[in-house]
């Protein structure tokens, strides 16, 4: 015989099932008590559970809103500080990496405008220098 999962006997309990798994639930009830047994037991717990009273305190609702909104509040202004931190951080490396382009081509500028000047003192240098005087050029352009 097969027997019929708990959790299908709980739904016939509680009124869950259609009409057609209703009656085959109930017919097999009638002769298996192994799954009777446990129509048995869901059935005294659900009725146990109607007779339990707690008193709530009036204040236990505000209690558990106060905190969850204290909680949301602390989330959210943990969220704001940690994007505000990263854009700051993002903002200081924009800057660094422009600075640092900037500087390299100022570097670059003045490394260029140097060799030129340099070159143009060489070939000035060439054009006025005696026509023997090749060692005096050479120490010259050494420096």
Do not use: W
Not at 8 to 21: A, H, R, T, W, Y
Not at 23 to 51: P, W
Not at 134 to 141: G, P
């Amino acid at each position: 015989m097969n027997h019929y999962k708990p959790i299908e006997i709980s739904k016939f309990i509680d009124d869950e099932l259609d009409e057609e798994n209703y009656a085959a639930v109930k017919e097999h009830l009638l002769g298996c008590k192994d799954c009777r047994d446990i129509y048995e037991s869901y059935s005294f717990i659900k009725n146990e559970m109607k007779f339990i009273e707690k008193d709530v305190p009036e204040t236990l609702c505000s209690r558990i809103l106060t905190k969850t909104m204290n909680f949301k509040t602390a989330k959210q202004s943990l969220i704001f500080k940690l994007s505000f931190g990263l854009a700051m951080l993002l903002l200081f490396a924009f800057s660094f990496s422009m600075s640092m382009n900037k500087g390299k081509a100022v570097y670059e500028n003045s490394s260029a405008k140097a060799d030129e000047s340099i070159a143009d003192e060489f070939i000035s240098g060439l054009s006025s220098a005696p026509s023997g005087s090749l060692s005096r050029m050479v120490s010259y352009t050494g420096r």
